[in-house]
């Protein structure tokens, strides 16, 4: 199978954004994760509905609200524009914010999870050892919970591969700076006959996620070995 | 005078409570089950706070409810060998071990992890992770790993359960030499009489009021 | 409200972008005492793909030929119904509050770094229309690098609503709909191909008011519903 | 805010959609997740892929594999008309088959990082008392596992609440019957202005997500609870 | 004979092998830390399987390397008494005591759980989830649990750690009940010499070849 240079352009875009996505989200999944599983507060079932707006709305609907967010008028926009000069609307940067939000859920539920089930009396016993709240969360917590992390990291690029509606509200559909491998995907879908390029890229996309996986589970083998610390 | 503790602590239903002073290095915490031992040495170690009351340990005062003094269990520096091991079970033998020996700052290095290791029998179980060990293993890591934390003191919670005769002896002398070379305050629950008159003359019985 | 399962209306799939006239005329219909129709609004392509996948539909209008086309040669439509319905004009838009340009010419070299909004010139019907106008006007080189290619045309009409493109290519029925756009100019009916939306009986057609629906759409007074909203007369 | 009667209809059928999805699909899920977390066999790793398709393709590529499967003429089509008399196509059962193969990889995530999480030891003990392994299953791995259960149903539910485009592909936008929330999201977004009755909409789909946002939690907190025997 | 254990097991780079018939009701096994008598006891009661050998208990074979025999754990009807509890987190005390008794068909109804729950001082724990039970109150549990399974053998693995002399005394006296009343074969783990001494004279000591 080889590839035409729009083909390559979709999948290397693909590529980025979920990786720059995941990456990007995953110490916010983290602490939104942590938020919810080890606190009580007022207001956290609101903050817990919020991480799963993204999964609940149509994901149009969250790219306008991206787009109303992020645009030159937006508050967020307007902020972004004056204090750094970045501008999020019709860039690559602007489709991997999209995905993010949308791997959000995904990531802070898995994580979550995972957290809920660290036993915490071992955390009570790094603390007698001499360990900080901090020392214990980098070297017990963050181990136990690498299933987690793992499987979010896995499900979050699985999503960020696969997600069209709101990038495609939010940043448009432009060759080489936005046009994933959905989106070139859709582009197809909407010529009669072109069955044939829509399977190619599917595949494309599918072959992407399964790397991801094996990575992943690669991760969380690695995890439960002998040398775990992690950082 | 190494111990002072006079704690309170509603556990569910149930209500724990101590008042003692103890002058000696070692001090034995002996009680029918379920009277409190474990949750006193909790409150000692800084992972379960008193309701009331007032901790010193070997002069220092690790909790004090009126004066607002409540250490983290980092500070406290304890070495405690807890009931239930909890070995950290994604590191191996040896980096169990060493966990709290590379956390603490170089406080004094009266204990040698190479001779902990020896004494222990674990030299050929280093790499091994916890959910392969026997009982027996495990218990002598959980006391390692607290002999190795550079404690300024010991809690240990029965530290001799399933350890065989001979190295229940090679233990009770490390626990004695601790007592008389590094003279650290120990605080020792145990069931066992015997071990307890060997150990020590001074014995705390809690009791059901 | 629909009629119980005796009466049922026909069940017809519909473009996306005649939602509103298609519903008034769903509603006039009704109004004669008929069984209101079903109306499933979708992509073109998206509901194509459900008649050649015998979907027990019976009406179907599209948003191009070559989607009913593709349905012809599937052997899905009834012999001798597919007609050209409707027309449409293609415009270029601005944000209402901005100051208009003179012409189109004008308009697109005055975009700088801005974004021109259109349906994806390589897919959706809207843009591909746009491309061709733009490309025997001469100007589509110019612009090729600044298209921001929506998901149809709505979605374009959004962008230039909210000022985040400065100029867009939509259909007149579009910016008509909307308050918040001016149309700058419409393109030359000869730069690119006819706009034509065909309508078709299916095969599969099976509710007994489906062929009625169909002629009081081709009616006079059918196509002046929509010609309220701005469609034309297809061209022949 | 009073709702119209079509707004109701799309509540109400986002609702029965969302919950058929999730309790057809929690059976096959916690059997898939059985089966990656408990065994090795070749092959294994295209299962686990095969699983992820749904969260890595667009939804609308899905909708299409899912026409082409079920229409009358496709093969699963073909066989169910054959066999049982039922039809999916433009039917809201036909949504609910969407939503659910939408719902697969999030379940599935969720209950096998709650299955791996179970000490099988428990397991062990559990037949030595004389438990089979099935009544092992019903009495201590389910109720261990309730955590990923009960967080799969949920992040099931909101997926299948937000699903568009496999729906809009597969069963088309017919109110009454397969018009969701997302899908009446759709109508309205293709009504300039209306912005207000998109709102309306989207404030809907958070509330039915919230609902089960807190059902699942008391389900989570029930089975922490005294007398889990769920069976 | 109650015993006839001849077993074979590698695990990890170590290998456990036993092979001894015990005659009497109460067979005591003993043997340095990390010997393999845990695994044996799992091998007894079908949670490990060795890699050669037979083991038969009470005229019943359980395992037979070459016969083919290996009943499923289930079917062996041990009352196994784990090293290390292996409660049910998500049952109550109750609920972890009846699991066994609500599966047995009533075999035989020879102890009762009423009794049981008496004799080890379990009533007021009833209604508490295993996380909230002090050691030597979970440690009850579990010998309650092994005993209420209606077994038709018991492996006992260092049955009376973490309790108190007064609940050993009981245990104990319990132990002989159940050795001289219901003649139950009992396989006995234990590292306290005279533990072993009072309850039996049939002692089987593992060593290091
Ligand atoms: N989280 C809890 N909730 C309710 N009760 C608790 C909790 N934790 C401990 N208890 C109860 O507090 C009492 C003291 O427990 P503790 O573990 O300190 O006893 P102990 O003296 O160490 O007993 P043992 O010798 O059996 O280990 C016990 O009755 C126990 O059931
Ligand atoms: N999964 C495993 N992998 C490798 N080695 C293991 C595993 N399980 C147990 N072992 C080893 O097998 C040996 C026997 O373990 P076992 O638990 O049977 O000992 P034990 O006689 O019960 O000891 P103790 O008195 O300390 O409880 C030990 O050396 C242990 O480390
Ligand atoms: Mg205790
Ligand atoms: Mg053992």
């Known amino acids: 199978m080889t590839l035409t240079a729009a083909e390559w ?51 149009v609907v969250l790219g306008w609200l991206l787009l109303v967010l992020f645009s030159r008028s937006g508050p967020l926009g307007a902020w972004l524009e004056d204090w750094f000069g970045i501008s999020l609307m019709f860039r690559w940067t602007g489709a991997a914010v999209a995905a993010g939000v949308m791997a959000l859920p995904l990531m802070v539920r898995a994580i979550r999870l995972s957290l809920e089930a660290v036993d915490r009396r071992l955390e009570q016993a790094a603390r007698t050892c001499g360990a900080t709240r901090w020392r214990t969360y980098l070297t017990i917590t963050i181990p136990l919970s690498l299933p987690g992390i793992a499987a979010g990291a896995m499900l979050g690029f699985a999503r ?49 996620s399964v790397g991801a996986l094996l990575a992943s589970e690669w991760l969380t083998r690695r995890g439960r070995g002998k040398d775990a610390h992690v950082l | 005078m190494s111990f002072e503790v006079r704690v309170e602590k509603r556990l569910g239903g149930h209500a724990v409570a101590a008042d003692f002073t103890a002058e000696g290095p070692v001090t034995a915490l002996v009680g029918p089950s379920g009277i409190g031992k474990t949750s006193i040495l909790n409150m000692v170690a800084g992972i379960l706070g008193p309701d009331a009351g007032r901790i010193v340990v070997a002069g220092r005062a690790l909790f004090d409810a009126d004066a607002g003094i409540d250490l983290p269990p980092e500070q406290r520096h304890a070495g405690y060998v807890f009931q239930d091991d909890r070995l950290f079970p994604h590191l191996n033998v040896e980096n169990n071990l060493l966990y709290g020996q590379k956390l603490a700052r170089a406080r004094d290095a009266r204990i040698e992890a190479g001779e902990v290791i020896a004494l222990l029998g674990l030299e050929p179980l280093l790499r091994r992770l916890p959910r392969n060990l026997s009982g027996g293993e495990a218990r002598r890591v959980a006391i390692g790993r607290a002999m190795l934390a550079r ?13 065989d005769e001979a190295l229940r002896e090679e233990m009770l002398r490390t626990v004695e030499r601790v007592r008389d070379q590094f003279r650290l305050p120990i605080l020792y629950v145990s069931h066992n009489p015997e071990e307890v008159r060997r150990i020590t003359a001074e014995v705390v019985r809690l009791s059901r009021r | ?31 004669k005492g008929h069984a209101r129709p079903t109306l499933s609004f979708a992509a073109s392509s998206a509901l194509a793909r459900q008649v050649l996948a015998d979907a027990p539909a019976d009406l179907f ?38 100051t208009p340009p003179a012409s189109i010419a004008a308009a697109l070299s005055g975009l700088g770094d801005g974004r021109l909004a259109m349906a994806d010139p390589d897919a959706v019907p809207a843009g591909r229309y746009g ?77 007994p008011e489906a062929r009625g629906f169909y002629d009081f759409l081709l009616s006079p007074e059918g196509r002046a519903i929509f010609a309220r909203h701005g469609f034309t007369e297809p061209a022949r």
Chains 1, 4 share one sequence.
Not at chain 3, 61 to 70: G, N, T, V
Not at chain 3, 184 to 199: K, L, M, R
């Open chain 1, 9 to 59: 352009s979709a999948v290397a875009l693909s590529l980025k954004i979920g990786l720059v996505a995941v990456l990007c989200t995953l110490p916010i999944a983290f602490a939104l994760a942590w938020l919810l599983a080890r606190h009580r507060f007022p207001g956290k079932i609101l903050v817990d509905a919020l991480v799963h707006l993204p999964l609940v709305l149509p994901p």
């Open chain 3, 1 to 31: 409200g629909s009629g119980p399962e005796t009466r049922r209306g026909p069940l017809v799939l519909a473009a996306a972008s005649l939602q509103e006239a298609m519903t008034q005329a769903a509603d006039a219909w009704a109004a």
């Open chain 3, 131 to 207: 491309k061709a106008a733009l490309t025997s006007l001469g100007l589509w080189t110019g612009v090729e690098r600044r298209i921001a290619g929506a998901e149809n045309v709505r979605a374009a009409l959004l962008l230039v609503e909210r000022g985040d493109a400065p100029l867009g290519v939509v259909y007149e029925t579009d910016a008509r709909a909307s308050r918040r756009v001016r149309v700058v100019a419409p393109f030359p009916a000869g730069s690119h191909p006819p706009i034509i939306y065909p309508i078709a009986l299916l095969a599969a057609s099976a509710a």
């Open chain 1, 160 to 208: 960020s591969v696969g997600e069209f509606g709101a990038t495609i509200t939010f940043v448009s559909n432009i060759p080489g700076e936005t046009r994933t491998l959905p989106l070139a995907i859709y582009a197809e879908l909407q010529v009669p006959g072109a069955e044939g390029a829509v399977t190619r890229l599917a595949i494309l996309s599918v072959l992407l």
């Open chain 3, 61 to 98: 209008l599209s948003a191009d030929e070559e989607w009913m086309e593709a349905a012809e040669r599937g052997g899905k439509l009834r012999a001798g119904t597919r007609r050209p319905f409707l027309g449409n004009r293609l415009v270029l838009i601005a944000p209402a509050n901005a």
């Open chain 2, 151 to 163: 404690p300024a003191f010991l809690l240990l919670d029965e530290p001799l359960t399933s350890l």
